[in-house]
């Protein structure tokens, strides 16, 4: 599939903001999966990004403003081609849990196994993925079943959390947004041993009515890494296996890894603040 995607981030202050620092994980990965064919950024007031490559290998622009401004625009027009990964008629049901013993000592999977900035491992958390777990050994279907119950158990609402919002406190509350739900998953995989990472990107909903929840939106999902069959992505916001309609602009341990837009500067608040993104399937 090919896909258009914009993105735009606007802020707006009551008066001059000065020493402006920005970091934009808004670019789409090329992996095996996805391919980006073209990439624009552009920035108000102009300026000229630098970009590098982060420890989670995602796309990372920076740029300053030290001079006085008022508004600043960030927007990214992407065009992304994806292909099929996952056979939805062969998931890889099979591989035990006692399998995941070694993984603790594995470089690439060790930090998506421990507590992060907004996931925790406790005895709490704990003891609710054991009762999900529910007897199972099976890795996939222990994963596959943690995103089917924040699904069924847990209230999509956009005003009752904030990027801040601690896994914790989502599980407490069973309330949130896809960030929320993402990073509970992650949680309760975490917490029986299983490689869980946090994903940033869009999907395109192909829904006739757009039903599906954070539509048209930056959208964050989880993967699982089922040994011998590499990352799996569940998205529990939509109780779907992550599929070509997904494209992925980074991963991480949790949302502070792979945040669209961070930054710091020297004034107010902002006065307004607007988010604007558009996913587009091309026809050629």
């Known amino acids: 599939m090919k896909f258009y995607l914009f993105h735009r981030t606007s802020y707006r202050y009551p008066s001059f903001v000065t020493q402006s620092y920005n970091e934009l994980r808004l670019h789409p990965l ?15 007031p ?15 622009h920076y740029f300053e ?8 625009v960030i927007e990214v027009r992407s065009v992304v081609e994806t292909a099929p990964r996952v056979d939805f008629q062969n998931f890889p ?3 035990k849990l006692s399998n995941l013993a070694k993984m603790e000592g594995i470089p690439e999977c060790r930090d998506y196994l421990q507590t992060s900035a907004y996931v925790e491992i406790n005895p709490t958390v704990w003891r ?3 009762d999900l777990q529910a007897g199972s050994t099976d890795v996939f279907q222990i994963a596959y079943q943690v995103m089917e119950f924040i699904y069924q158990n847990f209230e999509y609402s956009k005003s009752t959390t904030t990027v801040d919002t601690h896994a914790n406190e989502v599980l407490e509350m069973r309330r949130g947004v ?23 990107g869009y ?35 939509n109780n779907r296996v992550v599929d070509e309609t997904y494209v992925i602009l ?27 993104v558009k996913v587009k399937k091309c026809d050629d």
């Open 250 to 276: 980074g991963t991480g341990r949790d949302y502070r890894d792979v945040a669209p837009v961070t930054g710091s500067y020297y004034g107010p608040r902002p006065s307004e603040f607007d988010i604007t």
């Open 30 to 44: 090329t992996n095996e999966w996805q391919k980006c064919t073209s990439s624009i950024l552009s920035i108000l």
């Open 203 to 237: 999907f395109f909903d192909s829904t006739r009515d757009r039903s599906m929840r954070g539509s048209e939106a930056s959208h964050a999902w989880i993967e699982v890494l089922v040994s011998g069959h590499g990352w799996y992505g569940l998205d529990p916001t």
């Open 46 to 60: 102009i300026c000229k990004p630098r970009s590098y490559l982060d420890l989670n290998g995602n796309i990372v």
């Open 178 to 200: 896809c960030q929320d739900f993402a990073h509970a998953a992650i949680a309760l995989c975490r917490c029986l041993g299983i490689p869980a990472r946090y994903v940033s």
């Open 93 to 95: 049901y099979g591989v």
């Open 65 to 72: 403003l030290p001079e006085e401004h008022q508004k600043l």
């Open 128 to 130: 609710m993925a054991v």
